[in-house]
Structure formats: structure tokens, C-alpha cells
């Protein structure tokens, strides 16, 4: 991406960034890494980010994010979490109606926060 489409506006960055980088599919179901392995994407995440639209220097990926209005990645993680809770709890399938319904799904599963 960097070497592509390095001359392009910072809309078109962003945009880029947006279509290949924060398409986390099934980060909900991501519960069996460490913190290590999370802070590593963390940080590849926005070294990415830094690098596509060239900023050098010491400054706030936070703050790049909050000006371009990008999810960070442990906004995209939680709402990948949201995500598949909601459609779990609210779907009219039986089996798994069943299976929310089950007196210790709450203290047994791995998706129940």
C-alpha cells in the first residue's frame, strides 16, 4: 500500500487504511491470545497507520486517529465483541436460544464479559 499509492491525498490514505487494515474478522473470537500478542497487533496496527500517511517523529498515533476519525484497535475489538454478543443473544435460532438460556452459559462461556 505504502509503495502504491504513496503519492495520494491523505483521504485516500485513510480510506485504504480503513478497506485493508481495520477489517478484523472474528476478533470477537480472539480470547485465547495473551496481552503480548494484543499489544504486538496494537503496535503493528498503528505503526502501519503512521507509515502510510508518513509522519516521522516523535507524535500521538491517538491523536492521528482522533483527526482522521478512525477506530483505534481496541475500539475495533470492542466492537467486534458488541458485535457478535448482540447477534448471539438476540437470534431467533432454537439451538442457540437454547444455549443463552442455559443457566451457566454466563459464568461458563468465554463470550460472556
Same mark, same amino acid.
Given at each position: 500500500?505504502?509503495?502504491?499509492?504513496?503519492?495520494?491525498?491523505?483521504?485516500?490514505?485513510?480510506?485504504?487504511?480503513?478497506?485493508?487494515?481495520?477489517?478484523?474478522?472474528?476478533?470477537?473470537?480472539?480470547?485465547?491470545?495473551?496481552?503480548?500478542?494484543?499489544?504486538?497487533?496494537?503496535?503493528?496496527?498503528?505503526?502501519? *497507520?503512521?507509515? @502510510? $500517511?508518513?509522519?516521522?517523529?516523535?507524535?500521538?498515533? #491517538?491523536?492521528? =486517529?482522533?483527526?482522521?476519525? &478512525?477506530?483505534? *484497535?481496541?475500539? @475495533? $475489538?470492542?466492537?467486534?465483541?458488541?458485535?457478535?454478543? #448482540?447477534?448471539? =443473544?438476540?437470534?431467533?435460532? &432454537?439451538?442457540?436460544?437454547?444455549?443463552?438460556?442455559?443457566?451457566?452459559?454466563?459464568?461458563?462461556?468465554?463470550?460472556?464479559?
Amino acid at each position: 500500500l505504502i509503495r502504491k499509492f504513496g503519492k495520494c491525498s491523505d483521504e485516500v490514505k485513510v480510506n485504504l487504511f480503513q478497506s485493508y487494515c481495520n477489517n478484523m474478522y472474528c476478533c470477537a473470537l480472539w480470547n485465547k491470545y495473551n496481552v503480548a500478542s494484543y499489544k504486538s497487533l496494537n503496535v503493528a496496527h498503528n505503526n502501519v *497507520f503512521r507509515h @502510510l $500517511l508518513n509522519v516521522t517523529g516523535p507524535c500521538s498515533v #491517538s491523536q492521528l =486517529f482522533v483527526n482522521y476519525r &478512525i477506530d483505534h *484497535f481496541t475500539v @475495533l $475489538l470492542q466492537k467486534g465483541m458488541y458485535g457478535l454478543l #448482540s447477534r448471539v =443473544f438476540n437470534s431467533e435460532n &432454537i439451538l442457540i436460544k437454547t444455549i443463552v438460556n442455559y443457566m451457566y452459559f454466563m459464568y461458563d462461556s468465554d463470550l460472556y464479559i
